[in-house]
């Protein structure tokens, strides 16, 4: 009786460690049976953006702006809406691009006549979560964070 139960304890051991270490650990410490891809895609909004490691409630880049909203589809289609002077605006044309080996996620979109193109290191990525950080072209540090609006 007490061999059977250390072998049931053993193969148990067995079976959880082959299925944590299936999960895909992306990025620090953020454990899932989804891949990046799967998790990246739904309705997220902009709930706190950093500029320069202060946080801001208004920029002129509205594609950073809190209260923003990031549709991100399959296949790489992305779409962008906010508010602006009463109205609510949405992008023109809008991609996005994971790279789960490096940790980054890439973002070309045109909001409010502005081009945006920029390559984001990805903090945190979850079902209900995404935040990112990156520089832009003028040297400033920004972090947005992201918190999901998708039904799961």
Same mark, same amino acid.
């Given at each position: 009786?007490?061999?059977?139960?250390?072998?049931?304890?053993?193969?148990?051991?067995?079976?959880?460690?082959?299925?944590? %270490?299936?999960?895909?650990?992306?990025?620090?410490?953020?454990?899932?049976?989804?891949?990046?891809?799967?998790?990246?895609?739904?309705?997220?909004?902009?709930?706190?953006?950093?500029?320069?490691?202060?946080?801001?409630?208004?920029?002129?880049?509205?594609?950073?702006?809190?209260? %923003?909203?990031?549709?991100?589809?399959?296949?790489?289609?992305?779409?962008?809406?906010?508010?602006?002077?009463?109205?609510?605006?949405?992008?023109?044309?809008? %991609?996005?691009?994971?790279?789960? =080996?490096?940790? %980054?996620?890439?973002?070309?979109?045109?909001?409010?006549?502005?081009?945006?193109?920029?390559?984001?290191?990805? =903090?945190?990525?979850?079902?209900?979560?995404?935040?990112?950080?990156?520089?832009?072209?003028?040297?400033?540090?920004?972090?947005?964070?992201?918190?999901?609006?998708?039904?799961?």
């Amino acid at each position: 009786m007490k061999r059977a139960t250390k072998l049931f304890l053993l193969i148990a051991v067995a079976m959880m460690a082959v299925g944590l %270490t299936s999960c895909e650990n992306y990025p620090e410490g953020v454990p899932s049976f989804y891949s990046s891809e799967y998790r990246i895609v739904g309705s997220w909004q902009v709930s706190h953006t950093y500029l320069n490691g202060v946080e801001i409630d208004s920029t002129d880049y509205i594609g950073y702006a809190p209260k %923003t909203y990031y549709y991100i589809y399959a296949d790489h289609v992305l779409a962008l809406s906010a508010m602006y002077d009463g109205e609510i605006r949405e992008s023109s044309f809008a %991609t996005w691009i994971i790279r789960p =080996k490096e940790k %980054t996620v890439e973002f070309d979109y045109t909001f409010f006549g502005k081009h945006y193109h920029f390559s984001a290191d990805v =903090k945190r990525l979850s079902r209900r979560e995404f935040f990112f950080e990156f520089d832009d072209e003028d040297g400033d540090h920004w972090r947005l964070e992201l918190f999901s609006r998708s039904n799961f």
